[in-house]
């Protein structure tokens, strides 16, 4: 049973145009959902997180956006970068901390030159 | 930021065989590591968390006399495959925190094929 569902294996979109990358999660006790980024052969690198009292988060080029009574989230990047290009994994967890995650399966996200 | 160095990346081992994945914090002290498991295509799924001087916990349905977990020290903890089998075959990643209110970092992960 996934409770952390990324629909969109994939993502193509052209530089400098905007990302949206998705995300719906089943779990109402998930509270804290952040959003990683993964080249191949390498770990996750932490992106940004968003606690469940807010409902958007914004760093630099990357905006995070949780709609709680949807259970939906979404990463928007803009403008969208080649070096964006990598695989973004939605993670969420309980307590109000990165404690103990759940992953999605990740979107490979490509931009375009 | 802090840097978790996981080791080896690669290894290929025979059936039956046990291997050894270290995961170490190299900046900070972790008190809690996490050990995760991906297949292809699939999400990370974690499979046991562990506390520096206790035993691990372990996820529903991932074996403990299989993976065996050990966090002897506070930048150290390992996983053990032991008596490896093809279906093992995997991409193991760490990550490792101070504390349940600070950020967890990955390692790099290793990809294990046993043949």
């Known amino acids: 049973d996934q409770q952390v569902k990324q629909n969109s294996p994939s993502l193509s979109v052209q530089e400098g145009r905007i990302s949206i990358l998705n995300c719906d999660y089943t779990n109402s006790m998930f509270d804290y959902f952040l959003w990683y980024k993964k080249y191949p052969a390498e770990g996750p690198t932490f992106l940004i997180s968003?606690?469940?009292?807010?409902d958007k988060n914004e760093d630099g080029r990357f905006t995070v956006f949780l709609n709680k009574s949807a259970k939906h989230l979404s990463l928007h990047i803009v403008p969208s970068q080649p070096g964006d290009s990598a695989v973004y994994f939605c993670?969420?967890?309980?307590?109000?901390?990165?404690?103990?995650?759940?992953f999605g399966k990740g979107t490979l996200l490509t931009v375009n030159p | 930021g802090a840097v978790v160095s996981q080791h080896p990346s690669r290894v290929i081992c025979k059936s039956g065989t046990s291997v050894k994945i270290e995961c170490r914090s190299l900046?900070?002290?972790?008190?809690?590591m996490f050990w995760y498991r991906q297949f292809p295509k699939q999400s990370l799924m974690l499979m046991a968390t562990?506390?520096?001087?206790?035993?691990?916990?372990?996820e529903q349905g991932v074996e403990k006399d299989k993976f065996l977990i050990n966090h002897a020290s506070l930048t150290l903890s390992t996983l053990t495959v032991t008596s490896a089998h093809p279906e093992d075959s995997s991409f193991y990643i760490c990550s490792a925190t101070m504390d349940r209110n600070t950020e967890a970092f990955f390692g790099q992960g290793t990809r294990l094929t046993v043949v």
């Open positions: 562990s506390n520096e001087g206790s035993k691990a916990t372990y």
């Open positions: 993670a969420a967890a309980s307590g109000g901390s990165n404690y103990k995650l759940t």
């Open positions: 968003i606690s469940s009292i807010k």
């Open positions: 900046d900070f002290q972790a008190t809690t």
